[in-house]
């Protein structure tokens, strides 16, 4: 009989238990949210060099196999580079320097919050010549939003890296 009271007197929580369980759960859950937070920003940003980087790889790759290759501010057109979300791709046909619609062969868009600066040692649109060289327009693209930035570093011969930045870059 002895035996059978313990088991019922062992059974379940007490309430000082349970509140400090939910305590320390309500802790360990505060400190993991601002962890996914932060994680969201730093993904887009990551995802849109990763995209970013492949774009100019692509256009430097087609420039030697097709011809040049522009990549403009898909907001603002290819005579001013500025802050944007939308960049565009394409084959100069008629040598004016700008893309129009039938000249754009791919555009990208960066994920909201997310922007792309690019800083230049001279000229606007970057421009692919036939062997696969930016005409000395070494610079670098910064993608930024509030949380996280990478860098996109061209040098002279049309070669890109990516490497981290900091957010405040982008201003």
């Known amino acids: 009989m002895n035996a059978l009271r313990l088991r019922r007197f062992h059974q379940g929580f007490t309430l000082a238990e349970l509140m400090i369980t939910l305590a320390v759960a309500a802790i360990a859950l505060g400190g993991a949210s601002h962890a996914f937070n932060d994680m969201l920003p730093r993904y887009r940003v990551s995802s849109a060099a990763a995209m970013m980087h492949g774009l100019i790889r692509k256009a430097r790759a087609d420039a030697i196999s097709h011809g040049n290759q522009m990549i403009c501010d ?62 000395f327009q070494n610079g670098s693209f910064y993608i930024c939003n509030k949380i996280a930035a990478r860098r996109i570093v061209m040098n002279w011969i049309g070669r890109p890296r990516v490497e981290d930045a900091n957010p405040d870059d982008c201003d």
């Not at 907001?75 to 039938?102: A, E, P």
């Not at 000249?103 to 001279?122: A, C, D, M, N």
């Open 74 to 135: 898909g907001l603002h057109g290819c005579g001013h580079f500025g802050s944007t979300r939308l960049i565009w791709v394409g084959y100069d046909k008629n040598g004016d320097n700008q893309l129009s619609d039938t000249e754009i062969r791919e555009q990208y868009q960066l994920p909201s919050g997310t922007q792309l600066v690019w800083r230049r040692f001279k000229g606007n649109a970057l421009k692919f010549h036939n062997r696969g060289n930016a005409h």
